[in-house]
Nanobody
């Protein structure tokens, strides 16, 4: 399942932004899905994961308390609400299906650039 992320942009430090991720097909609702991010010269890193039914979420320590992951299976959509943004959150954000432990599966779709200006 390939997912497409969008909704990125330029925001000032301390601001908020919501990313969206569009899935396709009935199988979207049967997978855990998650957000990842990548900056130039670095490997893609895990940000957050949500279970197939939305009841379980997991975040990397760097975003705990600032980011909220959610999903709407009826619309085949997933979201990442980002608040109190920091310059170190600047990255290209991707969404993907994952294992229960947040390991990405499937192929990567197009990411969306988030730039936090200080």
């Amino acid at each position: 399942v390939q997912l497409q992320a969008y909704g990125g942009g330029v925001v000032q430090a301390g601001g908020s932004l919501r990313l969206s991720c569009a899935g396709s097909g009935r199988i979207f609702s049967t997978y855990p899905v998650g957000w990842f991010r990548q900056t130039p010269g670095k490997e893609r890193e895990f940000v957050a994961r949500i279970s197939w039914n939305g009841r379980s979420t997991y975040y990397t320590d760097a975003v705990k308390g600032r980011f909220t992951i959610s999903r709407d299976n009826a619309k085949n959509m997933m979201y990442l609400q980002m608040s109190s943004l920091k310059s170190e959150d600047t990255a290209v954000y991707y969404c993907a299906t994952t294992t229960d432990r947040g390991i990405p599966t499937g192929s990567w779709g197009q990411g969306t650039q988030v730039t936090v200006s200080s």
